[in-house]
């Protein structure tokens, strides 16, 4: 039995920057994702608490310690700066809580 679970969660992330003009992705400043045992080209789910917009992209790593939480290409329509976000990424788990995948 596969069962896909909650690995990491960055709750009320501030979005500081939407770049339109970019491939697409989020970027998160390095030390959070290191602080959310989030990885970079990691796939995400996004959540956007002020207008419930839901998305799937992948993670880019952005300069340590400066807080960036950036949406980048499509993604950077479906939330403006100063939005509150949640990120979340998922494992796959046995049964007996093993990391299968």
Do not use: W
């Not at 080209?41 to 956007?48: D, F, I, L, R």
């Not at 949406?71 to 990391?99: F, H, Q, T, W």
């Amino acid at each position: 039995m596969k069962i896909f679970m909650l690995k990491s969660k960055i709750h009320r992330a501030t979005v500081t920057d939407a770049n339109l003009d970019y491939v697409g992705s989020i970027t998160i400043d390095e030390k959070i994702m290191k602080e959310a045992n989030i990885l970079e080209n990691e796939k995400v789910q996004v959540v956007n608490i002020n207008n419930g917009e839901r998305f799937e992209t992948y993670v880019i790593k952005g300069p340590y310690g400066k807080g960036d939480i950036c949406l980048n290409g499509a993604a950077a329509r479906l939330a403006e700066p100063k939005d509150r976000i949640i990120i979340m990424s998922y494992c796959i788990v046995d049964e007996y809580n093993n990391v299968i995948e």
